[in-house]
């Protein structure tokens, strides 16, 4: 079964607009922490956020923020006032802390941001 | 500068052929981790490693062998390549708390790898 799941291979989205990538998990591990990372044409991983499972409050950082639902097991990216250079490939990962530090990836999103 | 590099940026390789790609940090992790990234696949843990001297297998550990003798070199080997391990390699590393929960993970530029 699959541990993460990211449905939409591709999105657009308007400058200026804010898109939300999906993102789900799966795991009976109480205690996970789950991350977003942006790849760009160039190929390097850039890392966007994280979020605790213990975490009482939606993760942000800056335009980026993480719409954490427990209970539905997601946790979708928002990504406020789109920008040209916010075009990349997207991948949310899950570390289970009873795995230790280990990443286990979605199959990514790839955004492109229309002037 | 602080960061993970790794060597070679790209190669083309026989099959059949052994190769050993380099990752280096600067950063003082105890964890690091090799994946490979195949279109559509995402990223899939080959090895991993928690401290140095100690290494764990991953998702997709067949046909590649690491080693880890201190904290900063974590070198990924193939020991007879084969076509199906074309793909682009990533080398990560994160620190590691009392815990043994791990922060973020930091990643390497990437090697390009095709096997022929």
């Known amino acids: 079964a699959q541990k993460i799941t990211q449905t939409q291979p591709g999105m657009f989205v308007q400058e200026k607009e804010a898109v939300t990538l999906d993102c789900t998990y799966d795991?009976?591990?109480?205690?996970?922490?789950l991350f977003w990372y942006k790849q760009p044409s160039s190929g390097e991983m850039i890392f966007l956020i994280y979020?605790?499972?213990?975490?009482?409050q939606n993760a942000t950082e800056g335009r980026y923020s993480l719409n954490f639902q427990k209970a539905r097991k997601s946790a979708n990216l928002v990504i406020s006032a789109s920008q040209l250079g916010d075009s990349a490939m997207y991948f949310c990962?899950?570390?289970?802390?009873?795995?230790?530090?280990?990443?286990?990836f979605g199959q990514g999103t790839e955004l492109s941001v229309k002037p | 500068i602080a960061g993970i590099t790794q060597a070679p940026t790209s190669q083309i390789l026989a099959a059949g052929r052994r190769m050993t790609l380099r990752c280096t940090q600067d950063?003082?992790?105890?964890?690091m981790y090799w994946y490979r990234q195949d279109l559509g696949l995402g990223l899939r843990l080959i090895h991993y490693?928690?401290?140095?001297?100690?290494?764990g297998k991953g998702e997709v550990p067949d046909g590649y062998s690491v080693s880890r003798a201190n904290t900063d070199d974590f070198p990924l080997t193939l020991a007879s390549a084969v076509p199906s391990q074309t793909s682009v390699y990533f080398c990560?590393?994160?620190?590691?708390?009392?815990?043994?929960?791990?922060?973020?993970?930091?990643f390497g530029p990437g090697t390009r790898l095709t096997v022929l």
């Open positions: 950063m003082r992790h105890n964890a």
């Open positions: 990962a899950m570390r289970e802390d009873n795995q230790g530090g280990k990443l286990i």
């Open positions: 795991t009976s591990d109480p205690s996970y922490g």
């Open positions: 990560a590393s994160s620190a590691t708390r009392s815990t043994g929960m791990s922060d973020e993970q930091f």
């Open positions: 490693s928690n401290t140095a001297g100690t290494t």
């Open positions: 979020q605790g499972s213990y975490d009482q």
